[in-house]
């Protein structure tokens, strides 16, 4: 008489869980990387939007953003940020993230600006983020 037996065999379990573990150790890094971007990101964009209510606040009162220029704001080893010209935004702080220089340039007439957030971790310099005075994201 013929056995049939149904189900698997011990070594076809055992190779479908190395096959999972291996994949789960490569997904699962990676998706934490992508959440930590996104952190930053997020971040870059609500310090933007801060910013950017504070330069709308200084066009109402004055009528033009300010002089043109570049203003960068440059975060130090206490977590505050350095700025290179405070009477442009004086009450700008960040939120979240201080690892991020932020760069505002006013254009000729002071009517136009963007506003770019770069990354100063290492390893991973480069911009985050770009907005203009639409409130528009640039980049990415």
């Not at 379990?13 to 999972?20: G, Q, Y």
């Not at 405070?86 to 760069?103: N, Q, V």
């Amino acid at each position: 008489m013929r056995r049939t037996t149904k189900g698997f065999s011990f070594i076809e379990l055992l190779l479908a869980v190395a096959i999972i573990g291996i994949l789960s150790a490569i997904a699962i890094p990676a998706f934490l990387g992508q959440k930590k971007n996104a952190d930053l990101v997020g971040d870059a964009q609500q310090n933007a939007k801060a910013l950017q209510m504070i330069m709308e606040t200084r066009k109402a009162d004055n009528g033009i953003y300010g002089p043109a220029g570049a203003y960068t704001w440059t975060p130090q080893a206490d977590g505050t940020l350095l700025a290179s010209n405070a009477t442009i935004a004086p009450l700008f702080g960040t939120k979240g993230s201080s690892k991020m220089t932020y760069t505002l340039t006013i254009a000729a007439g002071g009517l136009t600006y963007t506003l770019q957030a770069d990354d100063n971790r290492t390893g991973h310099a480069g911009k985050i983020f770009v907005t203009d005075q639409t409130g528009q994201q640039v980049y990415p």
